[in-house]
């Protein structure tokens, strides 16, 4: 008899092996390819826009609003948007759209595989997108990008999918720490928004990859923080209601946006021509509005350095709000290329600039950066990524306890209003289902004696076979399976009405015992002190329901677990989630049904 015996000797915190080593000196690799396709992303941004509203084939630093275009300018981002629906077209349709939800759905879906044509036709179009007018930001699409790079690279050597994946997630953080000069918050939100786990074979990777690429974009003296920002607010009872009010402010806005969001792309759905010219549609709403308020166009970083000096009057704010909330929505609802990261924080900046005069006295600026990263927050259901990208945008570390105040409460407020953020919302709408609740697996924290059934039937290894088959259907027999032990308690093996009908099939005499049946086949065994997370592997690999349990010293039968078992564990961790009881008492004992006030 031969047993599968696993001791408990491989516990431990973590499951991680040095082969994250390895991963992590690729991911290096991945962080410099992402840093150099973010550079490129920028620099075809400023080109793209130079050439669309000044005719000039130039990388120089110009502004929208002094276009000699005037009037004419309505017409480029709609020409814009043709070429991006062209490309979407006859290239590859995984370029529309703002880049997080695609990046999900091929780390969820597609085995973290993205092709060479998204590397390439990703920024590209991004860039046509936002030079000629989109108001989007470079973020998203970097991140496609960037994990496109990490995914191809992965393709190209022996890993796992779940070493592609972090490859893939590396990529994409080292394109996000390029374009803002944001490490921590690209890492946090690899864990908060991408990764799908919280474990140090994947974080490691992610982490070197963005620490890379930020040495390496100082090295190549790229601004950082590129929205420099020393404002802070006394902490105070008055300040503290400010953060929540600014926190279910931004909270309520983020709901607002998402709705806005789906519902153009809801009535582009509904039109009678194919997808491919609905960009042409957005973009002439987005030249629409560019002539009512032209920082309303492109990535509008001066937007956001403006609120952040408290140089953006109210009703200034408010139109560039409503502008830019009208343009975005429906731009991005016809399946353009774009990011929503750096709108978001316009947006919320800008009602932040519109609250700031009905909020307690505060730096000039504070405000707008407090409804910034809570708006980002709340829409992207990532608070901790928005506290830490807000900071390290600013440079501003006295301003994390309001930050993670206003975040956490944009969070709860999302969270209880809309069943899926504007990034999962579109993997939903493809019938992808999406958990971001991420927990201990109560199999991983249950041992088998917690469950097993300790007074065991079984039956004697001198049964014969016609004695077993007749046990088995007898009418009174409750189990399907039974343990068969010998004189000493050892278990010799299992049987069930399809090893019955098999050694009848092969010709067993109905005289044999099970003794004899069994005699040297191998035998799956359980152990008190196994947990549930190795047993159901065990139950897998043996293609049985139950398996039976014996001590580890002297291997005799003490219990019997089967899937009904483990199950009765979720069912415990369900009961805990829904059942209150109050298990502090003060005062006498009451009995049950007695109210407060009545007579002992």
Known sequence: MKSAHAGNGHLRDFTTDPRVLIIAAIAVVVATAGLFAGIVLLKLIRLATNIAYFGQFSLAELKLEDSPLGYAAVIVPVIGALIIGLMA??????????????????????????????????????????????????????????????????????VSDNERKTLLVAGAAA?????????????????????????????????????????????????????????????????????????????????LLTQLVYACEDAFLKLPIHWMWWPMIGGLVVGIGGLVEPHALGVGYDNIANMLDGRTVATAALLLLVVKAVIWSVALGSGTSGGVLAPLLIMGGAMGAVLSGILPAASPGFWPLLA??????????????????????????????????????????????????ILTEKVARRGHHLVREYRVD????????????TKVESVPSTMTLHGAAAFLTAPDTRHPSFPVINGEGHVL?????????????????????????????????????????????????????????????????????????????????????RDRTALLSFGAKRKAGQSVGDPA
Not at 114 to 139: M, Q, W
Not at 193 to 221: D, G, K, N, Q, Y
Not at 378 to 407: D, K, Q, S, W, Y
Not at 442 to 453: H, S, Y
């Open 89 to 158: 077209r006859f290239g590859s349709e995984k370029i529309r759209g703002h880049g997080i939800p695609e990046a999900i759905e091929a780390i969820l879906l597609g085995r973290s595989r993205l092709d060479a044509k998204v590397a390439v036709l990703k920024p590209l179009s991004s860039a046509i997108s936002i030079g000629s007018g989109g108001p989007f930001g470079a973020e998203g699409p970097i991140i496609m990008t960037g994990g496109a790079i990490g995914s191809l690279i992965a393709q190209m050597l022996p």
């Open 175 to 255: 394109g996000m720490t390029t374009v803002f000069g944001t490490p921590i918050a690209a890492i946090m939100l690899a864990v908060e928004l991408l990764l799908f786990e919280w474990t140090p074979r994947s974080f490691i990777p992610v982490a070197v990859a963005a620490i890379v690429a930020e040495v390496e974009r100082t090295l190549l003296h790229l601004p950082g923080p590129i929205f420099p920002f020393s404002g802070t607010m006394e902490t105070s009872l008055a300040g503290l209601g400010g953060w929540v009010l600014v926190g279910i402010a931004a909270g309520l806005l983020s709901g």
């Open 372 to 421: 910034m990263a809570a708006t980002m927050g709340g829409t992207m259901r990532a608070p901790l990524t928005a506290t830490f990208f807000a900071t390290e945008l600013t440079g501003n570390t006295h301003v994390l306890v309001p930050l993670i105040a206003a975040c956490a409460t944009a969070h709860a407020v999302t969270v209880l209003l809309m069943k899926r953020s």
């Open 442 to 453: 109560p199999f991983a924290l249950t041992r088998v004696k917690e469950v097993m059934t």
């Open 493 to 577: 093996g299992v049987i069930d009405p399809p090893a019955i009908l098999r050694w009848r099939r092969a010709g067993k005499h109905r005289k044999a015992t099970l003794g004899e049946l069994l005699a040297g086949s191998k035998i799956t065994l359980a152990y008190p002190d196994e947990y549930l997370e190795a047993l159901s592997d065990k139950l897998l690999t043996a293609n049985v329901s139950h398996l039976p349990v014996v001590s580890r010293e002297g291997e005799r039968l003490v219990g019997y677990i089967g899937w009904k078992d483990m199950m009765r564990v979720r069912s415990k961790k369900q009961a805990e989630e």
